[in-house]
């Protein structure tokens, strides 16, 4: 067949098949690849950029720090010329906030996505996964009020029960805080578990969605019960998602500022890695000393504890896409 029986049609009267220049789709290639190569490489080049500005902002307070910035729990910066600063309580009622949030949260949130996408009828599975994807809107001041003016009153009696029978274990002793008041790491726990369940559940039930059919159909032909189907066939399916959207939830809860600034009782140590110890997280740390940001050293200080924030959320993110990563070609 020749080019000019390609470019007409069979009457010769309108053309079948127009024959576009080869060079100008490469270069349309090349210009789409490079677009899109900047955009991929945008929030690169925004993080490397915030982690020098914070890291150059941290190095002067940290040559004057008076204190071993990682093991000490002081945190003193009154006097800009004697600066005692350290990460060891923000380190952990950060990590134990945000771990027991996610505990609580990742099996209800990953039962609710199972429901949804399993078990629930469609004229109930849109509107109830729309009612717990608008908590996502709820505001973080929101949560902090309900928190400690609701729900800490009603989790009293179980952190007494806790208390009282399971002592002995250092996650439930007595903390540096009243049980009554409710200001404590298990009650900021359970406040961002609410705040997280909302993406939790959103990206597993986007994932579990995604099963193939067939191999649902195969164990059903197969004999296996519903929730069979669920375990050898959605659950397995699902893992490397759930994994992901866990980590997007406890990026959430790390970071989060102005819910646990209200619940969590300031503390003078916190360093007991008790549940019902107070104290503040980096951000509420950082939050409750905006004010304060005048001069450069103490200001520093501050920077500092956001720069190990910043490394902190950036090693549980990598850690997750490994494990993520390996589940997946496992």
Do not use: C
Request: zero cysteines; hydrophobic letters at 55%; aromatic letters at 10%.
């Amino acid at each position: 067949m020749t080019r000019g029986a390609i470019a007409t049609s069979s009457t010769g009267a309108q053309p079948a098949l127009k024959v576009t220049d080869p060079h100008k789709a490469h270069r349309g290639d090349r210009l789409f690849k490079l677009v899109a190569a900047a955009a991929g490489s945008t929030i690169v080049i925004a993080i490397g950029l915030i982690a020098i500005f914070l890291l150059v902002r941290a190095i002067p307070a940290l040559r004057a720090n008076h204190a071993n910035f990682f093991t000490s729990a002081e945190f003193n910066t009154t006097k800009a010329d004697h600066l005692a600063f350290g990460i060891r309580d923000l380190f952990m009622v950060t990590v134990l906030s945000s771990l027991s949030a996610l505990l609580v949260a990742v099996p209800i949130a990953v039962g609710i996505a199972i429901f949804l996408t399993q078990y629930a009828p469609k004229r109930l599975a849109r509107p109830f996964g729309a009612m717990v994807d608008l908590l996502a809107a709820v505001p973080s001041i929101i949560f902090g009020l309900w928190g400690i003016f609701v729900l800490a009153p009603k989790l009293e009696p179980i952190a007494v029960f806790l208390n009282r029978n399971l002592g002995w274990f250092f996650l439930f002793k007595q903390g540096n805080v009243s049980l009554a008041g409710g200001g404590t790491i298990f009650t900021a726990g359970i406040v961002l578990s609410v705040m997280i369940l909302p993406i939790i559940t959103s990206v597993s039930r986007e994932v579990f969605r995604q099963t193939p059919p067939i191999q649902m159909e195969a164990a059903q032909a197969l004999g296996a019960t519903k929730w069979e189907v669920v375990r050898m066939t959605v659950l397995p399916f699902g893992r490397s998602g759930v994994i992901a959207a866990s980590m997007l939830g406890l990026g959430r809860a790390l970071g989060e500022t102005v819910a646990v600034l209200i619940i969590l009782r300031s503390a003078a140590r916190a360093g007991n890695w008790s549940l019902f110890d107070g104290g503040y997280t980096f951000a509420s740390k950082i939050a409750s000393a905006a004010a304060e940001f005048s001069e450069p050293l103490p200001t520093g200080a501050y920077i500092s504890a956001g720069f190990a924030l910043f490394v902190l959320t950036f090693i549980v993110n990598a850690t997750a896409r490994a494990i993520a990563g390996g589940k997946v070609n496992g």
